[in-house]
Antibody, heavy 119, light 112 residues
Framework: QVQLQESGPGLVKPSETLSLTCTMS????????WDWIRQSPGKGLEWIGY???????KYNPSLNSRVTISVDTAKNQFSLKLRSVTAADTAVYYC?????????????WGQGTLVTVSP | EIAMTQSPLSLPVTPGESASISCRSS???????????LNWYLQKPGQSPQLLIF???NRASGVPDRFSGSGSVTDFTLKISRVEPEDAGVYYC?????????FGPGTKVEIK
């Protein structure tokens, strides 16, 4: 059974960089895609971007210039960096496995981690 | 970017009755392969979203058969037959056809 666990600071100051890591266990990172998705308080879901097991990335254009997603397959981890954060980036951040073109489904999700942007 | 809309945004339901949620996309989700790239997720209170339906009408593993998905191109429906108390939560449709992947605003199902 695949499990995903987000980790990282729960509080980030404005203009700084939000950094989160997702650790996968119980499966293989290949041949899947690994996503970051966020949910602002009381709001819906926003796709941030993905990284493939081989390292190719795709980001939401609304965040493109501030986002970097990286992968470390040896550690079964992938990471999110979001630069120059503001209060609008306060959200629960989820990592998820995306099956890509076969079904387009996110079949496993982490429990989510709340990141608050505040001085 | 493909925009997703849902209706209604709030849906009170009595246990044992059926419920339907509509989802519309601003562009066709019908792939040249004949498959509709439309998924449904349920987010129960305090939990992460969970996959219910993929490719328009395929139930995910472990999803009860009272959940069914239908529709094509730009108009899709999630139907819950014989609603149970554990079906409460927010239902999202989502298109994985093209990036950025986009979600609908969600439909909150409340059990009376």
């Amino acid at each position: 059974q695949v499990q995903l666990q987000e980790s990282g600071p729960g509080l980030v100051k404005p203009s700084e960089t939000l950094s989160l890591t997702c650790t996968m266990s119980g499966g293989s990172m290949s041949p899947y895609y690994w996503d970051w998705i966020r949910q602002s308080p009381g709001k819906g879901l926003e796709w941030i971007g993905y990284i493939s097991y081989s390292g190719s990335t795709k980001y939401n254009p609304s965040l493109n210039s501030r986002v970097t997603i990286s992968v470390d397959t040896a550690k079964n981890q992938f990471s999110l960096k979001l630069r120059s954060v503001t209060a609008a980036d306060t959200a629960v951040y989820y990592c998820a496995r995306w099956l890509g073109g076969s079904s387009g489904a996110h079949d496993y999700w982490g429990q989510g981690t709340l990141v608050t942007v505040s001085p | 970017e493909i925009a997703m809309t849902q209706s209604p945004l709030s849906l009170p339901v009595t246990p044992g009755e059926s419920a339907s949620i509509s989802c519309r996309s601003s562009q066709s989700l019908l792939h040249s392969s004949g498959v509709n790239y439309l998924n449904w997720y349920l987010q129960k209170p305090g939990q992460s979203p969970q996959l219910l339906i993929f490719l328009g009408s395929n139930r995910a593993s472990g999803v009860p058969d009272r959940f069914s998905g239908s529709g094509s191109v730009t108009d899709f429906t999630l139907k819950i037959s014989r609603v149970e108390p554990e079906d409460a939560g927010v239902y999202y449709c989502m298109q994985p056809l093209q990036t950025p992947l986009t979600f609908g605003p969600g439909t909150k199902v409340e059990i009376k």
